[in-house]
């Protein structure tokens, strides 16, 4: 027997398709993945800010003095090639930890400073931070969740403005608890070492001290408590493949760089 499908079936289901087509929009990584991304970049960044402001609130911040401008000493060369306003806040906290969001913003705590021996190593940080905001993970990991059960009611929050801050913290993987992140995919990651060793390269660091700076990660993850950074991205020897993989690109960017002039010379201060 025949099952003809109703007219209004039809219409219905045609009706759904145009909305689910409507909403996802697919967009090319910088390393050629196909992105999940519902927000405009304009939206995404408008969140990025708001929690990054939270975060700034109920955290204790580092300045001024030389470990402020020393973060911004390692991070200017980089935003400055990168192009556009970016903010970086150093957190008062011995976290062995960095993150980033969308709208520019990348925080690194006072502990990461204590695997990151000097300047190329923590350029090796912030150039993966930069990196996952240029690629706009932020996006795709909101993006992604919102294409879950519990994402749809977020999404209806923030389409009738009715979010609360800390749904829309928990989407950019915030955490419920300030200062909690939460991880990127082991795709971004791999992305975010790509081209986090392109920008620091370009910038005059040394990208072969990204390899000392994850042993280090390693090292101090071996004696007593691991560093945070660690629980939220792949290990060490995962890390180093890919970062070895594009050493030789890496090194080339650098010597151009150097040819160009940028040889920067950050001191990190006394412990
Ligand atoms: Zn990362």
């Not at 910088?30 to 990054?52: C, D, H, N, Y």
């Amino acid at each position: 027997m025949k099952t003809a499908i109703s007219l209004r079936q039809w219409a219905l289901g045609a009706l759904i398709l145009t909305l689910i087509a409507g909403l996802v929009a697919c967009a090319t990584s910088p390393t050629g993945r196909t992105q999940l991304k519902i927000f405009s970049s304009s939206e995404v960044a408008q969140m990025g800010a708001a929690a990054f402001a939270e975060m700034r609130d109920q955290q204790p911040l580092i300045t001024s003095g030389p470990l402020a401008a020393y973060v911004q000493c390692v991070a200017d060369p980089m935003i400055r090639n990168v192009g556009g306003e970016w903010e970086v806040a150093v957190f008062d906290d011995d976290q062995v930890n960095a993150f980033a969001l969308p709208g520019n913003k990348i925080g690194i705590y006072r502990g990461l400073l204590t695997v990151a021996e000097n300047q190329h190593q923590l350029a090796a940080v912030v150039g993966h931070e930069i990196a996952h905001v240029l690629a706009d993970h932020g996006n795709e990991r909101i993006s992604t969740q919102f294409a879950t059960q519990a994402g749809m009611e977020l999404a209806g929050a923030v389409a009738s403005g009715t979010a609360h801050g800390n749904q829309v913290m928990a989407a950019l993987g915030l955490g419920a608890q300030v200062g909690v992140l939460l991880p990127f995919s082991r795709a971004q990651e791999t992305e975010a070492d790509i081209m986090g060793l392109q920008i620091m390269a370009d910038a005059g660091f040394d990208p072969r001290e990204s390899i000392d700076l994850w042993r280090n990660m390693d090292a101090a993850a071996g004696g007593g408590r691991p560093p945070d950074f660690l629980s939220t991205h792949p290990g060490p020897s995962a890390r180093m493949r890919v970062l070895n993989a594009n050493m030789e690109d890496a090194i080339a960017r650098r010597e151009r760089a150097r040819a160009a002039g940028r040889m920067p010379d950050c001191i990190p201060p006394q412990r």
